[in-house]
Nanobody
Framework: VQLQASGGGLVQAGGSLRLSCAASGNIFSINAMGWYRQAPGKQRELVAIINNSGYTNYADSVKGRFTISRDNAKNTVDLQMNSLKPEDTAVYYC????????WGQGTLVTVSS
């Protein structure tokens, strides 16, 4: 499974960004897809995840601000990020679970104050 993420960039606090990720390759039986992030000096953490049934789970820090969505037919997962805060600054990684977890290359999101 290969994951290609896009959509990162620089935005002011309070602004919005949309991340997109497309899965390709042996995509049969992909279960959950999601987004993680890693800020400098910190461990990678879950941001949001969605499974085949549409069940979603969000980190408490992003609830009400971020929305994850998935197109099963296109094997894509998007993350709409609103009301961004400087503490959201991180490298964001797309992930897909299919017997194991696959990772995309990461896309940098920088939120200026």
């Amino acid at each position: 499974v290969q994951l290609q993420a896009s959509g990162g960039g620089l935005v002011q606090a309070g602004g919005s960004l949309r991340l997109s990720c497309a899965a390709s390759g042996n995509i049969f039986s992909i279960n959950a897809m999601g987004w993680y992030r890693q800020a400098p000096g910190k461990q990678r953490e879950l941001v949001a995840i969605i499974n085949n049934s549409g069940y979603t789970n969000y980190a408490d820090s992003v609830k009400g601000r971020f929305t994850i969505s998935r197109d099963n037919a296109k094997n894509t997962v998007d993350l709409q990020m609103n009301s961004l805060k400087p503490e959201d600054t991180a490298v964001y990684y797309c992930s897909a679970v299919q017997f194991r977890t696959y990772w995309g290359q990461g896309t940098l999101v920088t939120v200026s104050s």
